[in-house]
């Protein structure tokens, strides 16, 4: 038993209410279990019980056992002195400062009911409550997905937003460092935010119109240009990067791309190529982006080709069989979902026009669902995934609930334990 499991069978009164008494032998009536609190203070407010003939409106507290009174140091405190009713997991020797009402719930609770949470507790399985999950009867998903990928939304806001402040809420800078730091894919997202925030964006500006320059300043602030080559476009590009980084007076990048464990298709030489072609395809592109009103539009943004070089070669000096490198549908979806939804769902949380908001939320249930390993795990639980919206949701709730065990916070775990407490023992 935890507290915050003894405060949801109190909230939701999963116990036996028949023939209820006090410690002391009074009969007691709950009317109303009151209000949870989230601030400091009582467990409950303004609740309503009924002891004999006298009706009482307080506050109740909750502890496991009657002894908690003391160790929290209550009995000293003002804002616990219109508590009412002590409820309490197990009696055990207190002497209480005040003689409050106490109510013992050990033997009045569904025996199924903590064995279910127990069970959830020890289970390493893919989601806690995987057994009871398959039970056909919920009918809660829906709402629950839409609220979950408002939280994560939510979320991916407090972030952006600590970085705007850092940049003087410069949406293109910020939409230019999320963008790049897409297309390093989960192996090199950091270091290719780090190559975009090592670039003034007055810079990318300027040289926009120059694929080959825009190409050696990427792949020189990712480092990638300290070698001898022998082949003419990589010693270019790194001609031209000793001149434009002394020009610029560019800092060098001390987090490193990374190759070992990737396809070559998402080598970072590759995707750098393909961010460089996608900058000279997007000035002013997230002022574009609020104006635009086909997701359409924006994918075929996301599509960019890598230079001709790259056709025949994965990594410089090292010739390839000829394959173009297109930036494929799914990835393109995936650093929409990851950064343009984001950031116009951001602002448009800021400013009074909340179209851009609902604009955010219509495209990621416009977007197919991503692909990945936990999305795989829902799968097989006979989960439907239909939509981008629903798979961002289903990722928040294995690694924002299920993962840190927070079933009591989750809507679905809630119901199913709910529904384990109706069940007689």
């Known amino acids: 038993m935890t507290e915050k499991l ?23 009536w709950i009317e109303y279990s009151g209000e949870e609190n989230q601030n400091q ?12 003939d006298t009706c009482w409106v307080g506050n109740v507290e909750l502890h496991l056992f009657s002894s908690g009174w003391i160790k929290h140091g209550h009995a000293p405190d003002k804002n ?73 939304l939510d979320r991916k806001m ?26 390093g894919m989960k192996v090199n997202a950091t270091a290719f935010e780090a190559v975009a925030r090592s670039i003034p964006y007055t810079l990318l500006a300027k040289h926009r119109q120059q694929l080959i320059q825009l190409e050696a300043i990427l792949f020189g602030q990712a480092n990638l240009l300290e070698s ?22 560019l800092k060098k990048v001390f987090e490193q791309v990374h190759f070992l464990r990737m ?27 609020l104006q635009c009103s086909s997701l359409a539009e924006i994918r075929r943004k996301f599509a960019p080709a890598a230079n001709d070089y790259w056709f025949y070669h994965y990594v410089f000096d090292k010739e390839s069989r000829f394959k173009e490198k297109i930036l494929g549908r799914a990835t393109g979806e995936r650093i929409i979902i990851n950064s343009v939804i984001p950031l116009l769902y ?50 928040e709730l294995k690694n924002e609930f299920c993962q840190q065990r927070k079933c009591l916070d989750c809507d679905i775990g809630r119901y199913l334990l709910r529904a384990q407490g109706k069940k007689p023992d």
């Not at 600590?162 to 460092?177: A, C, F, G, T």
């Open 6 to 28: 003894l405060q949801f069978i109190w909230k939701y009164r999963y116990f036996n209410h028949q023939g209820l008494t006090l410690t002391t032998g009074e009969p007691v």
């Open 41 to 52: 203070g009582p467990d409950f407010m303004n609740a309503r019980i009924r002891i004999l």
């Open 80 to 152: 616990y002195r219109n508590v009412i009713l002590h409820v309490v997991w197990k009696q055990d020797p207190a002497e209480m400062s005040r003689n409050i009402p106490q109510l013992e719930l050990f033997h009045r609770v569904p025996r199924i009911m903590l064995e279910t949470y127990e069970g959830w507790m020890k289970n390493h399985a893919f989601v806690p409550c995987e057994r009871t999950l398959k039970e056909p009867e919920i009918n809660i998903w829906n709402a629950w997905k839409q609220t979950l990928l408002l939280k994560r």
């Open 158 to 183: 407090i972030l952006i937003l600590r970085s705007l402040r850092s940049n003087h809420y410069h949406w293109e800078e910020q939409l230019w460092w999320m963008i790049a730091g897409n297309f």
């Open 228 to 249: 001898d080559f022998s082949e003419m476009y990589p010693v270019m590009l790194k001609k031209e990067y000793h001149f434009l980084k002394r020009k610029y007076g």
């Open 263 to 289: 396809r070559p298709e998402n080598f970072p030489t590759i995707r750098l190529s393909q961010l460089a072609a996608f900058c000279m395809d997007s000035g002013n592109l997230f002022a574009w982006i």
């Open 346 to 395: 951001t602002y448009g949380s800021l400013y009074p026009d909340k179209s851009f908001r609902q604009k955010a939320i219509s495209w990621m249930q416009e977007i197919r669902a991503e692909q990945n390993e936990i999305l795989s795990g829902w799968k097989l639980l006979g989960i439907r995934i239909g939509s981008a919206a629903e798979s961002q949701a289903l990722l």
